[in-house]
């Protein structure tokens, strides 16, 4: 019962901004501490951006200064606003909620190449 969905990914140039969706159904967000992680081929998946229910944020250090998270509560969202991207930032990028929680997007491509 609880749907996690993402969208916003595709394929950008360098030095490109996208914006990335997170739409909830089944579970509140405004309850929960929500997340987005990647994963790129053959790598481990990673944890890029967290906000808290406070919108206590923090950043892996790679993105830092160019991704923002943020939470709209009212319409169950989060979003992942991320410019200046680079080659490196190419993954699937998935949307989590909650901290003891196994709840997981399908996942959203974003390719970033020249």
């Known amino acids: 019962q609880v749907q996690l969905v993402e969208s916003g990914g595709g394929l950008v140039q360098p030095g490109a901004s996208l914006r990335l969706s997170c739409a909830g159904s089944?579970?509140?967000?405004?309850?929960?501490?929500m997340a987005w992680y990647r994963q790129a081929p053959g790598k481990q998946r990673e944890l890029v951006a967290v906000?808290?229910?406070?919108?206590?944020?923090d950043y892996a250090a790679s993105v830092k200064g160019r991704f923002a998270i943020s939470r709209d509560n009212a319409k169950n969202m989060v979003y992942l606003q991320m410019n200046s991207l680079r080659p490196e930032d190419t993954a699937v990028y998935y949307c989590?909620?909650?901290?003891?929680?196994?709840?997981w997007g399908q996942g959203t491509q974003v390719t970033v190449t020249s």
């Open positions: 989590k909620a909650g901290v003891a929680t196994n709840y």
């Open positions: 906000i808290g229910t406070a919108d206590n944020v």
């Open positions: 089944g579970i509140p967000f405004s309850i929960y501490t």
